[in-house]
């Protein structure tokens, strides 16, 4: 089995006899070192689906292994309670501004304009043309472009009535949050907010405005959210409630989403 470890693959099954290997899994398996851990611990992250072993600087892969290998069939039942991955292909469903939309790779090479085709009396169509083989990073690069038009302008509407500017706009595959907001003023989001409902994508885009006046989540920041965004609390809910499932949907498994593809 092939553990990611930092930036090197570390083959444990030369070292443990009962290893299981990475395809029995079905999921990325990485190995942490951590100077506060005091004894090994294991998590599987429902957002990246990857199995999480932490050590302590102390404690060698023999152990890591072991430990893995002792509780596999814990780690089994976590990764099959999570939702399956739905990978950019043909014919494949996922949301849009929260509304279901069916993906078409059409394979056409006149355009490469990604286009929407809402006909009434049927479902929402992502029309993806070119080559079908470059169609998922295609149609990535368009879900990160309409993720940042449409989040800087939330971003301009919450800042005129806040008095507050933000130095620049980024767009991301954030895993654990969903925006963020640095001391120099430059905002970042999870493309996957394109994928929920406006409403929820609005109230992001106006919590990270709130921390250009306030850097922290005291009442003072939470009054200026009401302010600028009264409903923000059933966006919050569906964010926890229904956030996790957005990072369902992405490239075949392997392929980053952490920046736009570059251009053809």
């Known amino acids: 089995m092939r553990i990611a470890n930092g930036h090197r693959a570390i083959d444990l099954s030369s070292k443990t006899r009962s290893s299981v290997r990475l395809e029995d899994i079905g999921a990325q398996v990485e190995v942490r070192r951590h100077p506060g851990a005091r004894r090994l611990t294991l998590r599987v992250s429902r957002t990246r689906r990857a199995v999480i072993v932490t050590l302590p600087l102390q404690c060698d892969l023999d152990e890591a292994g072991t430990f893995l290998n002792r509780h596999i069939d814990w780690v089994r039942a976590r990764l099959d309670s999570l939702p399956n991955h739905v990978p950019f292909e043909d014919a494949a469903a996922m949301p849009l501004r929260g509304t279901p939309h069916t993906i078409s790779f059409t394979g056409n090479p006149r355009t490469r304009v990604i286009t929407i085709d809402d006909r009434q009396g049927r479902r929402p169509s992502i029309i993806v043309p070119g080559d079908k083989e470059r169609a998922p990073d295609r149609l990535t690069r368009f879900l990160f472009d309409e993720a940042k038009r449409d989040l800087a302008a939330s971003v301009a509407k919450y800042t005129r009535p806040l008095s507050v500017k933000a130095t620049r706009i980024g767009i991301?595959?954030?895993?654990?949050?969903?925006?963020?907001?640095?001391?120099?003023?430059?905002?970042?989001?999870?493309?996957r907010l394109i994928l929920a409902p406006s409403f929820v994508l609005d109230y992001v885009a106006a919590h990270e405005v709130a921390h250009l006046a306030e850097m922290n989540h005291g009442p003072r920041f939470w009054a200026l959210v009401k302010k600028i965004c009264p409903d923000f609390e059933t966006a919050k809910q569906w964010l926890q409630v229904l956030g996790p499932d957005l990072h369902r949907y992405g490239p075949p498994h392997g392929q980053p989403v952490n920046s736009p593809p570059a251009g053809e």
Do not use: E
Request: proline letters at 0%; glycine letters at 10%.
């Open 172 to 191: 991301r595959d954030q895993t654990s949050r969903w925006g963020s907001c640095s001391t120099t003023g430059a905002l970042s989001f999870s493309w």
